[in-house]
């Protein structure tokens, strides 16, 4: 795969494979307590270092991972959206994580329906899941938008297997109706 070309775009995001120069928005991102709250919490410089290279790797690995997304009006980096499966994931996930500035604007609606026909068209997914905090009600509503449903409790494995997760999903042909219904 050409992850140097790979890009996804929407009428109001760019999304494209992370790369280096990505790293300084995203070690800003992980140091922000409220953006981190429900992602495991505030990880230092050298934990968030950590966490971009796997995200970086899984690219190479595994053929996909979280896209960078930036406003095309501006170039600002706005979070991070896309596939994610490490080992022992509860399932094949579109995730969704945008820094607090960009709250409130439907971008991760956006990104995450444009991930997940990337995943369902490209990658050949034929389920998708949100891994979300019980206490986070704007991921549901997001998951909610995206037509997905509420599948019941959940596991992440170590080193999060004690933090409460709520499973949140939809097959590929409930996403075939649910993102005609986005696009109207």
Not at 128 to 141: F, R, Y
Not at 143 to 154: K, Y
Request: some cysteine.
């Amino acid at each position: 795969m050409d992850l140097e070309g790979l890009k996804l775009e929407t009428e109001r995001l760019l999304l494209r494979p992370v790369r280096g120069d990505d790293f300084e928005s995203w070690a800003a991102f992980c140091a922000d307590p409220e953006t981190m709250h429900f992602l495991g919490g505030v990880q230092p410089r050298a934990i968030a270092w950590r966490a971009f290279l796997s995200t970086v790797g899984a690219w190479h690995v595994q053929g996909f991972s979280f896209f960078s997304v930036f406003e095309r009006a501006t170039g600002d980096w706005v979070g991070r959206v896309g596939p994610w499966q490490p080992e022992g994931w509860p399932g094949t996930e579109v995730g969704y994580s945008l820094a607090r500035h960009a709250w409130g604007k439907g971008y991760a609606t956006e990104a995450a329906a444009t991930c997940i026909d990337w995943a369902v068209d490209t990658l050949g997914w034929t389920d998708i899941i949100q891994t979300i905090d019980p206490a986070n009600t704007g991921s549901q509503a997001v998951a909610r938008r995206l037509g997905a449903s509420l599948r019941g409790p959940g596991r992440l494995p170590p080193p999060y297997e004690n933090q409460p997760t709520q499973i949140w999903g939809q097959t590929r042909e409930q996403w075939q109706v649910n993102r005609l219904r986005l696009r109207r």
